[in-house]
């Protein structure tokens, strides 16, 4: 099992960058991928990006792509998600998940373990 602690959301104005990060507790952290999700007010949670165990492969949804970027660090059992260009429409309430298995997974009830989320707002 493992447990998962997101930080880093706040406020900023369009056009700024934040950094998020996700810790993870337990000590088979290599054993899962990680993904990012979001979701707004009255909007389904969803996809953001995704990151494999060891690092090696990622994925994006389109809205972000270019603009954000996963990466993680299996020594301090953290993944990150830097985003740049932050727009009012990526307001929401992000949530780091974990999952067993391989391959680019964007649906969120396939993963297992969520973290209780951090808010980020961007303001115009």
């Known amino acids: 099992q493992v447990q998962l602690v997101e930080s880093g959301g706040e406020l900023v104005q369009a056009g700024g960058s934040l950094r998020l990060s996700c810790v993870a507790s337990?000590?088979?952290?290599?054993?899962?991928?990680v993904g990012w999700f979001r979701q707004a007010p009255g909007k389904e949670r969803e996809f953001v990006a995704t990151?494999?165990?060891?690092?090696?492969?990622?994925y994006y949804a389109d809205s972000v792509k270019g603009r954000f970027t996963i990466s993680r660090d299996n020594a301090e059992n953290t993944v990150y998600l830097q985003m740049n260009s932050l727009t009012p429409e990526d307001t929401a309430v992000y949530y780091c998940?974990?999952?067993?298995?391989?391959?680019?997974?964007?649906?969120?009830?396939?993963?297992?373990?969520w973290g209780q989320g951090t808010q980020v707002t961007v303001s115009s």
């Open positions: 337990g000590r088979t952290f290599t054993t899962y991928a």
């Open positions: 998940a974990a999952r067993r298995g391989i391959g680019a997974v964007t649906t969120p009830h396939e993963y297992d373990y």
């Open positions: 990151i494999s165990r060891l690092g090696s492969a990622t």
